[in-house]
């Protein structure tokens, strides 16, 4: 029989045996984690508390041909608090709550109770990352390191600021669509920020941060692991000063017409620099004109009558007509198969030459010119277009290009025996403002097209590490012939034509075309929806800039582009030409004020000459005299007081140069003069009031 206490004391041996074995195997495997494990597991526990984040590098400039500031990257801070830090004590902390609240509204514009009530609720959870503000701007942020507590430094006092950045165009909406923006959620890319991302963007930084409470990240180091490189600057072609001129002369005209839209582009003429780009569009959720769409590059339309110098560019140099020969046109009516053609009314007595036909836009005149010449092989005027290069994108840097249409003969599916009379005249076939003026500008360019540019340069610091040249798209578009031809029939329009009254008197020679184009709504045309355009050059003799206006149905009477086109045209045109001319005048300016007493009455002439003579400064008698204008008088050979309100523009309508300009600078008017002998003209009428920053500018001439 079996000894129970043996039994007993064997389980009791193997209870223990096992937990022993038990224990071993717990202490090996302790061992084992500590030994094997421990480093891997170690390392993963901190990577789980820290964290590498990207530091977001300074977005590059675009400026201004010289050097204004278009888009730049504005720096924005997210301000936070370690409320709860171990270095703020509950005495310090409450001795300064109401300060710091205080100051937190009224550098925010936040209400003080709110402030207070959530920073001591942070306090009370042991919030070590309390959101003060997502977007403070720098001014801020530097008085809110001011307040107590947080002057005490970035760790005593718990300050903790991100820096970020925001895009901010300094001219607000000027030349916006063209300056353009990035959205990447949405993978937009517009204008030169969407051009040029890749080298504007610049290269992320790295900081290390640490998770605390409630899942948050704090940098943990006072530098940043890896600092960001900015993104390097780009030079635009844009003028800010022109640009500015173009948009407000441009609105102008749309307020005044009741237009949907509009656009006027300037470029260089050598060098196809593009210094003004402005397109306007009528937004009626809010009742204002807004760059919001960029027409003059993405919106191919027909551009009509200004199509008409590419049909004479053709004729002319396959030597089909010769500018003095003659057509009739008799009451401005002709049919070409089933569909009629009308000119606005009869030029001259219905027998007219080609060059009549051009300068006075007639649609019967050159349709005839054109049938006549191809109506055999259409296909010859065609390619004869082909090669002026108008079928083919410009192929811009800036997306959204509009493609060009111009169809040919060999599409059976889209011609029709009317389309050549009608191509003639700019319309079934498609093109955009830009490509108009850029064949326009090859006219101007003595044959040579370029193409339009809107950058010249990359830099970085300051310094320009890539320079971009002037590309050529056409070496010589046509003959020398054909192409002094040209400019002689888009002077002519200026001088004679349909551009003439706008242009009259005009201190320089222009060249150009006027368009009326009707809208087709619905595959149908109307006498309803016109785009009024004007394209060209000046000056003539010697083209310096080419520019285009378009404006999209007009809605106010008026719809011919030499009533709505062309005066945008010509306002541009004429600051332009004092930027030109200014340094030729700038020696005939006073270098030296001259102060006479004001006269209390009448001075013989005799007197007066004495004075000059005295004085070494001849005897015109018309200098200004502190507040008044000296005069001759011829009858009664004396002159006569005429005092000036210093609060308002003087009439300068009369004077010379030196004095206009003498008169108007010691008011703080600034002047900008063109041509020679006395003031002929002011952009600013006499009486009006005197602004900040006002400029006036004089046309000089034979008074």
């Known amino acids: 029989m079996t000894d129970p206490k043996k039994d007993i004391l064997w389980r009791v041996y193997l209870v223990y045996f096992c937990v022993l074995v038990f224990a071993f195997a717990i202490v090996a495997k302790i061992l084992y984690i500590q030994i094997e494990e421990g480093p891997k597991l170690s390392a993963k526990a901190q990577n789980q508390e820290l964290k590498v984040f990207d530091l977001e590098a300074s977005r590059g400039n675009i400026l201004d041909k010289n050097g204004s500031l278009l888009a730049t990257s504005v720096p924005i801070f997210e301000v936070r608090f370690d409320v ?77 600021a991100i820096q970020k950045t925001k895009r901010a165009k300094p001219y607000n909406e000027l030349a916006a669509r063209t300056i353009g923006y990035v959205n990447q959620k949405e993978n937009l890319f517009v204008g030169l920020e969407g051009a040029y991302t890749s080298i504007l963007t610049g290269k992320n930084g790295k900081m290390v941060m640490r998770r605390i409470n409630h899942g948050d990240w704090i940098p943990i180091h ?48 050598n060098t196809g620099h593009v210094i003004a780009i402005a397109n306007l569009r009528y937004d009626s959720s809010d009742a204002k004109y807004k760059e919001t769409y960029n027409y003059a590059i993405g919106e191919s339309i027909e551009p009509g009558s200004t199509f008409k110098l590419a049909s004479m560019l053709a004729v002319l140099e396959d030597e089909k007509v010769k500018l003095t020969d003659s057509l009739i046109t008799g009451v401005g009516y002709t049919r070409y198969y089933n569909r009629e053609m009308k000119d606005v009314h009869k030029i001259g007595n219905g027998r007219i030459t080609v060059r009549d036909a051009f300068e006075h ?97 990359i830099k970085e610091g300051g310094a320009i590490i890539e320079e971009f040249e002037t590309v050529i798209i056409n070496e010589q578009v046509a003959s020398t012939q054909t192409i002094d031809s040209a400019k002689s029939l888009l002077e002519g329009v200026v001088e004679r034509g349909t551009a003439m009254r706008v242009f009259k008197n005009s201190p320089y020679k222009a060249a150009g075309k006027t368009g009326t184009a009707q809208i087709a709504k619905g595959g149908k045309y109307n006498k309803r929806n016109y785009n009024a355009s004007f394209v060209g050059y000046f000056p003539a003799d010697n083209p310096t800039y080419s520019m285009i206006v378009v404006v999209n149905n007009p809605s106010a009477g008026k719809y011919y582009g030499g009533s709505v086109a062309a005066p945008v045209f010509k306002e541009i045109a004429d600051v332009l030409y004092s930027t030109i001319v200014a340094d030729e005048y700038n020696s005939d300016l006073p270098s030296d004020s001259l102060t006479i007493p004001k006269p209390k009455k009448a001075i013989w002439l005799d007197d007066l000459e004495s004075i000059y003579t005295s004085l070494n400064i001849g005897n015109d008698a018309s200098l200004p005299i502190t507040g008044t204008w000296a005069k001759k008088d011829n009858n009664d050979n004396y002159i006569t007081e005429i005092v000036f309100n210093q609060n308002r523009i003087p009439n300068v309508i009369g004077m010379n140069a030196k004095d206009a300009v003498f008169l108007l600078e010691n008011m703080g008017i600034s002047t900008t003069i063109s041509g020679r002998g006395k003031v002929k003209k002011q952009s600013i009428r006499g009486g009006s009031r005197i602004g900040e920053n006002t400029n006036i500018y004089l046309q000089l001439g034979n008074y």
């Open 84 to 160: 709860s830090s171990p270095h703020i004590s509950d005495k310090l902390f409450k001795s300064n709550i109401d300060s710091i609240a205080n100051g937190l509204a009224f550098i925010l514009n936040k209400p003080i109770s709110k402030i207070k009530q959530n920073l001591v609720r942070a306090r009370n959870n042991g919030n070590r990352y309390f959101l003060i503000t997502r977007r403070a701007n720098y001014d801020q942020l530097t008085k809110i390191k001011e307040l107590p507590i947080f002057r005490l430094g970035k760790y005593k006092g718990g300050l903790i």
């Open 361 to 457: 836009s007639s649609n019967v005149g050159i349709s005839r010119i054109i049938f006549d010449s191809y109506k055999e092989n259409p296909s010859n005027y065609i390619d004869r277009l082909y090669s002026f290069s108008i079928n083919e994108p410009l192929g811009f840097s800036i997306k959204g290009e509009g493609k060009p249409l111009i169809k040919h003969p060999s599409n059976k599916k889209f011609w029709y025996g009317t389309s050549l009379p009608w191509m003639s005249i700019g319309y079934e076939l498609m093109v955009t403002p830009m490509q108009t003026l850029t064949y326009y500008n090859a006219v101007a360019n003595d044959g040579k097209m370029v193409k339009p540019m809107f950058v010249t340069s």
């Open 222 to 269: 006072d530098e940043n692991e890896v600092e960001p490189k900015d993104g390097l600057d780009i030079v635009s072609t844009i003028d800010v000063h022109i640009q500015d001129v173009a948009e407000s002369s441009l609105l102008a005209e749309l307020l005044k017409h009741k237009a949907f839209q509009g656009c006027a582009v300037v470029m260089e003429v």
